[in-house]
């Protein structure tokens, strides 16, 4: 089984745990408002293009935001209420 299909969900904002198998790593880095995640296998290759949902702590059931991850992995939201956000990345494959 490839680890893209192993890897068909992941939640970001969260503590990483320790190195699976098919893990996906992420990376997240704030700049003013702004909040980017990046999703990534452990040997670095981006978890590109794939699916993106964003789900805000006002309403943690419906995706605040929808769409993908770019070709190094990154998507990139502006929180509009303080609390803990969470990201899913979906590899359709």
Known sequence: MSRV???VAL?????AGPAAAHE???AVERGGRAVAVRAFFPDGEPLAY???EVFSPADPRVPWQKGRTDRNGW???LPDVAGRWRVR???AT
């Open 5 to 7: 299909a192993c890897a």
């Open 11 to 15: 939640a970001l904002l969260l503590a």
């Open 24 to 26: 996906v790593m992420h």
């Open 50 to 52: 794939c699916e993106a």
């Open 75 to 77: 998507v990139a939201f």
């Open 89 to 91: 990345g979906v590899e």
